[in-house]
């Protein structure tokens, strides 16, 4: 497995940034692992709300699709905004212990220009957190709108 270096394949940093590491990473798949901490969100009294398997789905997706593109262009190009929505999703537990080791799993389901459908589980060493499917959209252009509400 090539190594990855997170930073550049997902574009969250400090308290958003929930992955740890990527174990395995493939034009099609990943698997990644993290570590539920007191500094990620939706934690109250010692445990992490269970819907924090969509954003640890989308950023494990993120390296899934950051990887691809550094094949496809090594060099690197800007970077578009993101859409996430969930199409599904089902929660085994509502709520994880902090400290607890997850493995997130995705699998990229179908990509047509610039929509990708990716399916995800979320699991600990010996259960089953939860289940998500995301549809995902890409900006299309590189053009933002300037204070004055103009297309730069």
Not at 113 to 131: F, K, M, P, Q, R
Request: with cysteine; charged share 20%; aromatic share 4%.
């Amino acid at each position: 497995m090539p190594l990855i270096n997170l930073e550049d394949v997902i574009p969250h940093r400090d308290g958003m940034l929930l992955v740890g590491r990527i174990l395995e990473v493939g034009e099609e798949k990943a698997v990644s692992e993290s570590t539920a901490t007191e500094k990620w969100p939706l934690v109250t009294d010692g445990f992490v709300h269970s819907l924090v398997i969509i954003e640890l789905a989308a950023q494990t997706a993120s390296a899934c699709i950051g990887w691809k593109k550094k094949l496809d262009n090594p060099l690197g190009g800007s970077e578009r905004g993101w859409l996430v929505g969930i199409k599904t999703m089902t929660l085994e537990v509502a709520e994880i212990p902090l400290h607890t080791r997850l493995i997130t799993r995705v699998q990229i389901q179908f990509s047509f220009d610039n929509y990708t459908g990716i399916s995800g589980t979320v699991e600990t060493d010996d259960a089953l957190i939860g289940s998500v499917h995301l549809q995902v959209m890409q900006s299309q252009t590189d053009s933002v709108l300037d204070a004055t509400g103009q297309t730069t």
